[in-house]
T-cell receptor
C-alpha cells in the first residue's frame, strides 16, 4: 500500500519565483496536514484539512503561502513569491478519522526546498 | 514561544546502554504525548505515545514516562542499538483537538557500536 507521496523531493529556486509542492495522501485518509521543518523552529504545523476543507491555517506564516485540496487525493502548498527564509523541508501527512492515538499519522518523505 | 521543548539537541550513547531523551512542555491543556523517530531523508514515523492519565507506557525496548506535575516526559530506550540513531521528536496534542500536534525541535541520538 503506497504511503503519502510528495513531489518534488528537492527543489532549488530563485528568490521571487513561485513554488508549488504537491501531496497525495494515503487513500481513505480524510485528514491532511502540511508541516515545515527548520533548524530554528523544528516541525511546525502550517495548515490541515478535513474532508478537503481547511480547518486550521493559523500556522501559515504569511500571505505568500497558500494551500488547496481540490479533492481527496491531492493537495498543494504554494509559495509566491518565494524568499530565502522559506528554505526548509516541507512534510505532508495524513490520517484517518476515528483513531485516538497518533500512530495513524503518516508522513511523506518531505520536499526539500532551497530558495537562493 | 515553544510550548514543547527538547533542550538537548544531541545525545551520544554506547550500544547496549540506556538512552534517555527528555521533553518539557508548558501548556497544561496537552492531554496526549507522542514520540516520533526520523531518519535522514525520510519522514517522521510514530514510535510510542502516552495519555495524560497515565504515567508510563512501555513497548518493547521503548518506555515513555510522564511527570505531569513537572510537565516533563522522557523516552527511554534500553538496550540502545546503532539502528536507533535518528532524530527523535516529542509531540503533544491539545485536549479537544484530535489532530493538531505541537512538536519539539528534536534530539539527535547517536548510538555508537
Amino acid at each position: 500500500d503506497a504511503g503519502v507521496i510528495q513531489s518534488p523531493r528537492h527543489e532549488v529556486t530563485e528568490m521571487g519565483q513561485e513554488v508549488t509542492l504537491r501531496c497525495k495522501p494515503i487513500s481513505g485518509h480524510d485528514y491532511l496536514f502540511w508541516y515545515r521543518q527548520t533548524m530554528m523552529r523544528g516541525l511546525e504545523l502550517l495548515i490541515y484539512f478535513n474532508n478537503n476543507v481547511p480547518i486550521d491555517d493559523s500556522g501559515m506564516p504569511e500571505d505568500r503561502f497558500s494551500a488547496k485540496m481540490p479533492n481527496a487525493s491531492f493537495s498543494t502548498l504554494k509559495i509566491q513569491p518565494s524568499e530565502p527564509r522559506d528554505s526548509a523541508v516541507y512534510f505532508c501527512a495524513s490520517r484517518v478519522q476515528g483513531a485516538i492515538s497518533g500512530n495513524t499519522i503518516y508522513f511523506g518523505e518531505g520536499s526539500w526546498l532551497t530558495v537562493v | 514561544d515553544q510550548q514543547v521543548k527538547q533542550n538537548s539537541p544531541s545525545l551520544s550513547v554506547q550500544e547496549g546502554r540506556i538512552s534517555i531523551l527528555n521533553c518539557d512542555y508548558t501548556n497544561s491543556m496537552f492531554d496526549y504525548f507522542l514520540w516520533y523517530k526520523k531518519y535522514p531523508a525520510e519522514g517522521p514515523t510514530f514510535l510510542i505515545s502516552i495519555s495524560s492519565i497515565k504515567d508510563k507506557n512501555e513497548d518493547g525496548r521503548f518506555t515513555v514516562l510522564l511527570n505531569k506535575s513537572a510537565k516533563h516526559l522522557s523516552l527511554h530506550i534500553v538496550p540502545s542499538q546503532p539502528g536507533d540513531s535518528a532524530v527523535y521528536f516529542c509531540a503533544a496534542k491539545l485536549a479537544g483537538s484530535n489532530y493538531k500536534l505541537t512538536f519539539g525541535k528534536g534530539t539527535l541520538l547517536t548510538v555508537n557500536p
